[in-house]
Nanobody, 124 residues
């Protein structure tokens, strides 16, 4: 059974850093486009960052560019989201996702596999 499990969320102060992890089970992430999405209360799920399977290109939403870094460890079958200079508007549930499409897309409806999410709360 294919499964994604996120961890690493929590309470962080503005300007702080946090690293989210997502372990895959039942499939190898290196054969999938992988990414992170987030959803804040009252808002739609939005793309944060993803790595396209076809060429490894990384993509970032404008809101996080320069602050967040996506990476993967094939040996650990894990993807990470390193978040720095965190802002209150980064608060939300963060989901990792995977899809066999080689290109990737910002549309969450096109992604096939999802984790259960991990909460990130930015507050003083």
């Amino acid at each position: 059974q294919m499964q994604l499990v996120e961890s690493g969320g929590g309470l962080v102060q503005p300007g702080g850093s946090l690293t989210l992890s997502c372990v895959a089970a039942g499939f190898l992430l290196k054969y999938y486009t992988i990414g992170w999405f987030r959803q804040s209360p009252g808002k739609e799920r939005e793309g944060v960052s993803f790595i396209a399977m076809n060429d490894g290109t990384t993509y970032y939403a404008d809101a996080v560019k320069g602050r967040f870094t996506i990476s993967s460890d094939n040996a650990e079958n894990t993807i990470y989201l390193h978040m720095t200079n965190i802002k209150p508007e980064d608060t939300g549930v963060y989901y990792c996702a995977a899809d066999p499409s080689p290109l990737g897309t910002w549309d969450p409806r096109a992604w096939g596999y999802w984790g259960q999410g991990t909460q990130v709360t930015v507050a003083t």
